[in-house]
């Protein structure tokens, strides 16, 4: 999973955490590199996703609380769509 973070909503080990929920497995690797425009971009490795995620979204929402908001497949040609929230 590669994406794009502001590090003054999240920090790089937030980012990790997060990452980690939306894991369907062990995360193998994970890196971040902060950008000339203020933004970090970020890559994580992972052997699967939940639900074949391929989008995933993370919005902070109140507090501490990020809901993620993913779009997946499952293999056989279907959308699945979920959405859950995490405390940080």
Request: proline letters at 2%; hydrophobic letters at 35%.
């Amino acid at each position: 999973m590669t994406g794009v973070f502001k590090p003054t909503s999240f920090d790089a080990d937030q980012v990790q955490r997060l990452t980690d929920t939306t894991s369907a497995g062990t995360l193998s690797s994970f890196s971040a590199l902060p950008r000339e425009d203020g933004l970090t971009d970020f890559s994580v490795s992972c052997d699967s996703w939940r639900r074949g995620a391929g989008l995933v979204q993370y919005e902070r929402t109140e507090g501490s609380t990020v809901l993620v908001k993913m779009i997946g497949g499952n293999g056989l040609g279907n959308v699945i769509t979920s959405e859950y929230r995490v405390e940080l």
